[in-house]
């Protein structure tokens, strides 16, 4: 199989002549619901053109223009002169550059060929080298690498600030790859063919130009590629809705189109799968066409290469294939014929069925359900093998391994061995090899990479990461708090033994409620030498929208909903309060991306309950967020602002539009990155000109290399890392 080895019309006019109303469910104490007049900045017309014409800092969404790098540049100085000029400042960024450039971390590997692939970055190689190694060398203390590609020096040869993002190579010799390389960390790439033997790239080989592809290899001289393929060939979010088949020789013009969705198509674009057995042979073909954030269609390709739909829900997660067998999830409730399947479960169907012309396959229930969930647990990671599957169950949050076969009276769970109350991931697997890379970690137990053997059910421990910070102060807890509706929302909270408990405990509370993403235990290093290694308190807080507890657990919180989500979280921050772990003084909120909505509306919902707030990379102009790239491919998790009444329930909680001058609001931090493609430096931009405007003491700093995923340069993200310390500790510990 392919592998990554790594890594309109007019609308009518909304008048609002004061503040808007809570929605259903949601608290009865933010600040906008007490106020008796709108915030001054708050559009009375909700329209796409009222709230453009509100908005007093568009300049700024202008990536690089003049008056956006002048503001940027102003507010960089500021900020860095108090967060550099911090006498915690040095030290932390040595601590955090020894933990990210440290030579003894686990070096996560991909199964390549007959050896194994890793994407390694230290000091001496910042941009990192992609290399190989056997799996009897790795096994060993100092494992001898062969260097496949020097980013670093291709980087300087070239004049381009290149980041790897991965290559992709083809099964079953895995010789030829396509690597992807993006200039200064954004999430587009240009693609370019390299030859694993020659450790060189292709003379006239694969070139894509830059952009947000989706690729898979077909055959050794013909790859299935969504792109842009010229004007018109790109959906709203700027993600590509067509599919053509490129033969090897010929440009990118004369690739043939073998699926096309619609351009009014949402979510992140079209892609192709190709699915694999174990000798490499091609078992199926399909494509999934996203409808919008979460729904999509599933296509095959026939036997005539002709794509027909699947009958599958909506909401589905494709797992792979297990020989003419679909694997996948329904993330809805689903009945097919006859049968019913509860959301979050795991289901294997003979590909047969599930077309509009149905083979007279006979489906029993006790071979099609593979796992349903209980009421406190989740599907989280699944790989599919030749005849059996390893899939990660969370159970109230932590980690179970389970191997999954099929016997004549149903599936059969096999329990493979992982420390308890752990996060548990699965690597990378090969159907040839029968095997897959599992990690083990928690907050205060370094990682383990196994690998596990799935005709035995045997886990091998290959490597254990060194402690990067003293464990034996702290401990971990997991608690719950009950939210404003009295769903139980669970929490682990990792403090030190000896805490006061009389409210003082410098802390931190981390959420992100958003996507499906699940945040189970894990060991986040630099948190623990820079912040409880100096006495504070970290808090992971599992709130509805995320997939803790599957499917549901975040369509809970979708669109309408959303202020369930906020409502979690400062539900667990007065619980936090009320156990005396902290209080307001010494309690401070993180989050990034989706996060940062989390952490903007609750610092403009509930300004009472913290002292600090790092939001980072944010969402926060949830009225214009479909207008900044690539905001409108989220819109099944927010709304559509151009429709009156998805912009009334999203008015009611975008930060940027309820900033007020008259509340007393904790100095924040705001940061972001200028070449940030997937949520615009606007939001994080606007929202500190704003803070600014009304009196409101903040600081704000944009780098201007990484991209969203800051994983461009080790030696920055360790300054990263620093000026967060710093101002947390500022705001909580002095």
Request: charged share 20%.
């Amino acid at each position: 199989m392919v592998k990554t080895l790594f890594l309109s019309a007019a609308l009518p006019v909304l008048i609002l002549a004061a503040a808007p109303a809570l929605a259903e469910g949601a608290a009865s104490d933010p600040v906008a619901a007490s106020a008796t007049t709108p915030p001054p900045h708050f559009p009375r017309d909700l329209s796409p053109e009222g709230v453009k014409a509100a908005d007093d800092h568009l300049a700024l969404e202008e990536v690089d223009g003049a008056e956006a790098r002048a503001f940027v540049a102003a507010e960089n100085e500021k900020s860095l002169a108090v967060l550099t000029g911090d006498r915690r400042y040095e030290p932390f960024r040595q601590q955090a550059e020894a933990i990210l450039t440290a030579t003894d971390r686990i070096p996560g590997v991909s199964f390549l060929g007959e050896g194994l692939g890793n994407f390694w970055q230290d000091a001496a190689n910042p941009k990192g080298v992609w290399r190989r190694t056997t799996l009897a060398s790795y096994r060993t203390a100092q494992p001898q690498w062969e260097t496949l590609l020097d980013i670093d020096a291709l980087a300087k040869a070239e004049g381009k600030d290149w980041v790897f993002k991965g290559a992709d190579c083809l099964a079953p010799d895995e010789t030829r790859c396509l690597i992807n390389l993006s200039n200064g960390g954004m999430d587009a790439v240009t693609v370019r063919e390299f030859d694993l033997t020659t450790k060189t790239f292709v003379d006239g080989g694969f070139v894509i130009p830059e952009g947000k592809h989706r690729i898979s290899w077909l055959d050794r001289d013909t790859l299935l590629i969504a792109t842009d393929f010229g004007p018109g060939s790109l959906t709203e979010s700027g993600y590509p809705y067509i599919v053509k088949s490129l033969t090897r020789g010929h440009p990118l013009e004369h690739a043939t189109e073998v699926y096309r969705g619609q351009q009014g198509d949402g979510g992140y674009g079209v892609s192709p799968m190709v699915f694999r057995d174990k000798a490499g042979a091609v078992e199926a073909v399909l494509f999934s066409r996203p409808l919008d954030t979460f729904r999509s269609e599933i296509w095959a390709l026939g036997a005539d290469d002709k794509p027909y739909r699947l009958n599958l829900p909506e909401r589905v997660g494709v797992q792979g294939v297990l020989g003419e067998k679909l694997v996948f999830s329904p993330e809805q409730a689903w009945s097919f014929d006859g049968q019913d399947y509860a959301a979050g479960s795991l289901v294997a169907l003979p590909l047969g069925v599930l077309g509009d012309v149905r083979q007279s396959i006979r489906i029993d229930a006790k071979s099609a359900i593979i796992f349903a969930p209980g009421p406190r647990q989740s599907l989280q990671n699944v790989r599919v093998f030749e005849d059996s599957i390893v899939a990660v169950i969370a159970d109230n949050v932590v980690g179970t391994l389970k191997r999954l076969t099929p016997t004549a009276e149903g599936w059969t769970a096999t329990e493979l061995a992982v420390p308890a109350n752990s996060a548990v991931g699965l690597g990378d697997s090969s159907k040839a090899k029968g095997q897959v890379f599992v990690s083990t970690q928690g907050f205060l137990t370094p990682p383990t990479l196994s690998l596990a053997d799935v005709s035995t059910a045997a886990l091998t421990e290959l490597k254990s990461a060194p402690a990067k910070f003293d464990a034996s102060t702290h401990v971990v807890e997991q608690f719950e708090a009950s939210s404003t509706d009295g769903t139980k929302i669970p929490y682990f909270v990792t403090r030190p033994k000896n805490l006061a408990m009389d409210g003082t405990g410098p802390t931190i509370l981390f959420g992100y409620g958003g996507f499906q993403a699940s945040f189970p235990p894990a060991y986040k290093p630099e948190m623990g030498k820079l912040w409880l290694e100096n006495g504070g308190v970290f808090v992971q807080a599992n709130i509805r929208g995320g997939g803790e507890f599957g499917p549901q657990w975040h369509q809970a919180a979708l669109r309408e909903n959303r202020q369930r989500a906020f409502d979690d979280f400062a539900a667990v921050a007065r619980d936090l309060e009320q156990r005396r772990i902290t209080s307001p003084r010494h309690l401070g909120i993180y989050g990034r991306s989706n996060g940062g909505v989390l952490t903007s509306v609750s610092i403009t919902q509930h300004p009472e309950l913290f002292n600090a707030a790092v939001i980072e990379s944010p969402l926060i102009d949830m009225l214009r967020y479909q207008e900044l790239p690539a905001g409108a491919s989220w819109m099944g998790e927010y709304g559509d602002p151009r429709i009156p009444g998805d912009a009334e329930f999203i008015a009611r909680y975008s930060a940027y539009q309820q900033l007020r001058p008259e509340v007393k609001y904790p100095r924040v931090y705001i940061t972001t990155n200028t070449r940030d493609d997937r949520v615009h430096p606007g939001h994080a931009r606007k929202f500190a000109a704003r803070l600014g405007d009304q009196g409101h003491d903040h600081l704000y700093f944009e780098d201007t290399a990484g991209g969203h995923s800051n994983d461009a340069d080790p030696v920055a993200n360790a300054r990263r890392w620093a000026r967060h310390y710093v101002y947390l500790s500022q705001q909580l510990m002095d």
